[in-house]
């Protein structure tokens, strides 16, 4: 069974609008973390936001917050005010603790444009 | 600091070669991972070292690939007799979770996009 799930191939958004970038995720471990990485098309992965299973609080880092809803398993991306910049494949991934590696297991990701 | 790098950036190989890609993490991290991305496609786990142990194979990593971190430095994966479905980007990541644990961030590198012909 897919473990994250990204829904939206594409999106597109108007410069300096804000854009939600969707990402379900599946497990039965009560310890977990969700990460959100960048790649734009040079090909490197940046990341972006951490939200972890027991944080009380929504995750922020500048123009990224997290809209974690634990109950339906939901970890959006929001980012405010977009930027030309921000251009580039989006990908949500899971961390489990129970996983003594600590791999990442990641959606197929989406791609967002911003339009000028 | 660096960063984590991979080299070569690009290969491109005729089905049936051999192709080695090494990865130089960042210096105090123990962790290092190799994932596979194909196109289209979010990264998807092939193996991990903690150290110079490698302490987990995905089934995607078939007995023409091996990887190995002599030292527990630098790490280098090999597939031999290439085949077109191995047209892929090869990721490398590294961290450290001693002080950070679950969240501890995985720094990736730039990738070595291998092209079989």
């Known amino acids: 069974a897919q473990k994250i799930t990204q829904t939206q191939p594409g999106m597109f958004v108007q410069e300096k609008e804000a854009v939600t970038l969707d990402c379900t995720y599946d497990?039965?471990?009560?310890?977990?973390?969700l990460f959100w990485y960048k790649q734009p098309s040079s090909g490197e992965m940046i990341f972006l936001i951490y939200?972890?299973?027991?944080?009380?609080q929504n995750a922020t880092e500048g123009r990224y917050s997290l809209n974690f809803q634990k109950a339906r398993k939901s970890a959006n991306l929001v980012i405010s005010a977009s930027q030309l910049g921000d251009s580039a494949m989006y990908f949500c991934?899971?961390?489990?603790?129970?996983?003594?590696?600590?791999?990442?297991?990641f959606g197929s990701g989406t791609r967002l444009l911003v339009r000028p | 600091d660096t960063g984590v790098s991979q080299d070569p950036r690009h290969k491109i190989t005729k089905r049936g070669q051999n192709v080695t890609f090494r990865c130089d993490p960042i210096?105090?991290?123990?962790?290092l991972y190799w994932y596979r991305q194909t196109l289209g496609q979010g990264p998807e786990f092939l193996t991990y070292?903690?150290?110079?142990?490698?302490?987990?194979k995905s089934r995607l990593l078939s007995d023409r690939f091996s990887a190995e971190r002599p030292k527990g430095s630098f790490s280098t994966l090999e597939i031999q007799r290439t085949e077109q479905g191995d047209s892929a980007m090869y990721l490398c990541?590294?961290?450290?979770?001693?002080?950070?644990?679950?969240?501890?961030?995985?720094?990736f590198g730039p990738g070595t996009r291998l092209t079989v012909t």
């Open positions: 990541a590294s961290s450290s979770h001693e002080t950070s644990g679950i969240r501890a961030e995985q720094y």
């Open positions: 070292f903690q150290n110079e142990a490698q302490l987990e």
């Open positions: 939200q972890g299973s027991y944080d009380q």
């Open positions: 991934a899971m961390r489990e603790g129970k996983d003594s590696s600590y791999k990442l297991i």
């Open positions: 210096s105090e991290h123990n962790r």
């Open positions: 497990t039965s471990d009560p310890s977990y973390g």
